[in-house]
């Protein structure tokens, strides 16, 4: 595949259940796990640091995953880990930051380095979640910079399995469509 490409001998690790669409571009140590699906124009770049991505997670049209490069101040750096059941809204980004499983994030959203996110979260759309802020689990955030708005209602928090789960049958109709 022209678009899952290597840096410095490493490939995206791409498990056989996963949907990555044609436009979309993995570069490096990035790895997907069962189910994800990747849409158009994703770019993720897994050159200076890595991108871990868990089950069921879908990263929408336009979205852009990054990470930070290590450095003596940051020995680390900052690596993109995200969780199972995660549905990344169109034209988010994402850059060296954690999130936990079941959150949505909204469309146009931006999540600076050393964010960490709880489980069960819902990120605004056009929310800006500054650099090293901790979401609490299960909380509805919005804003530039983000604001904890309120707890999630029990409607919400079934929701967020139900749209990975939507992106999961969703995927699976564009490789059998492909198939034949």
Request: aromatic fraction near 4%.
């Amino acid at each position: 595949m022209r678009n899952i490409k290597s840096y410095k001998n490493i490939t995206p690790t791409i498990k056989e259940s996963c949907y990555i669409d044609d436009s979309a571009v993995l570069y490096g140590d990035i790895k997907l796990g069962e189910d994800v699906s990747v849409w158009p124009l994703v770019a993720a770049r897994g050159d200076v640091n890595t991108i871990s991505i868990g089950a069921r997670t879908n990263v929408q049209d336009g979205s852009v995953l990054h990470v930070t490069r290590k450095s003596k101040s940051n020995p680390t750096g900052n690596p993109l880990i995200i969780g199972e059941d995660v549905t990344i809204g169109h034209k988010a980004m994402l850059h060296g930051c954690e999130l936990g499983n079941r959150i949505l994030v909204g469309m146009g959203a931006i999540i600076m380095d050393g964010v960490v996110v709880g489980d069960d979260v819902i990120i605004g759309a056009g929310s800006l979640v500054p650099p090293n802020k901790k979401l609490e689990s299960g909380y509805l955030y919005v804003g530039n910079p983000v604001k904890q708005a309120r707890p999630l209602k029990e409607d919400e928090r079934a929701f967020l399995t139900i749209s990975s789960s939507n992106y999961v049958l969703l995927k699976n109709e564009y490789i059998e469509e492909q198939a034949n």
